[in-house]
């Protein structure tokens, strides 16, 4: 009779009598909190992966140490191929059109809303090397934000190959450069 009298309490959230309570109301547990049970067990929640461990799947793009301003030792290891540059250019016009603008001139339809337009490829820019604008697409720079988590990293290096391109470096062949120069050599000597 005691029982059934101190079980009637007048608590509105109250559920009455529970059989299990750890079933109804669990302990909130933090990930990566030790934990001793009743028993005297200790529970890790979530180990920590092994110091220096890499995930499966994924290699660092941009190594331990380096910053932009050394960014220069990054080479792209993607060879250059015409497809790899249209993947960039594909690319481009998903994720950056509307800042840097079709060209790269910084004229693209929300910079206007910018605090400054980001420079142009083929004025400010133009000197860039690969490795810096890895970087920048990678972590960001100024008011761009960082987009290594929005593309892997051999989206980000074929981004690359196209920014290259708006940069002036892929207009004009190296040989072609080469080939000039020889003829410009021989029209001197000619002369002479």
């Not at 200790?42 to 994924?58: D, E």
């Not at 391109?165 to 021989?186: E, F, H, I, Y």
Request: net charge positive; proline share 7%.
């Amino acid at each position: 009779m005691l029982t059934g009298f101190t079980s009637c309490e007048e608590v509105p959230n109250s559920p009455g009598f529970e059989f299990a309570p750890d079933m109804y109301r669990t302990r909130a547990l933090r990930y990566y909190g030790e934990y001793v049970t009743a028993t005297g067990d200790t529970l890790n929640m979530a180990r920590k992966p092994v110091a220096g461990s890499i995930a499966r799947h994924f290699l660092p793009s941009i190594p331990k140490g380096i910053t932009y301003e050394n960014a220069d030792l990054l080479k792209n290891p993607i060879a250059f191929s015409p497809e790899a540059e249209k993947e960039g250019e594909v690319i481009y016009g998903k994720f950056c059109v509307h800042c840097h603008g079709e060209a790269g001139k910084g004229d693209g339809k929300v910079s206007a809303k910018l605090p400054g337009p980001p420079p142009a490829y083929d004025g400010t820019l133009k000197n860039l090397s690969e490795g810096k604008i890895f970087y920048s697409i990678t972590n960001g720079k100024g008011t761009m934000g960082a987009h290594g988590l929005l593309l892997n990293a051999d989206e980000r290096w074929k981004l690359v190959h196209f920014v290259q391109k708006l940069q002036g470096v892929r207009n004009a062949p190296a040989s072609d450069s080469l080939a000039t120069n020889k003829v410009d050599s021989v029209k001197v000597v000619a002369k002479k």
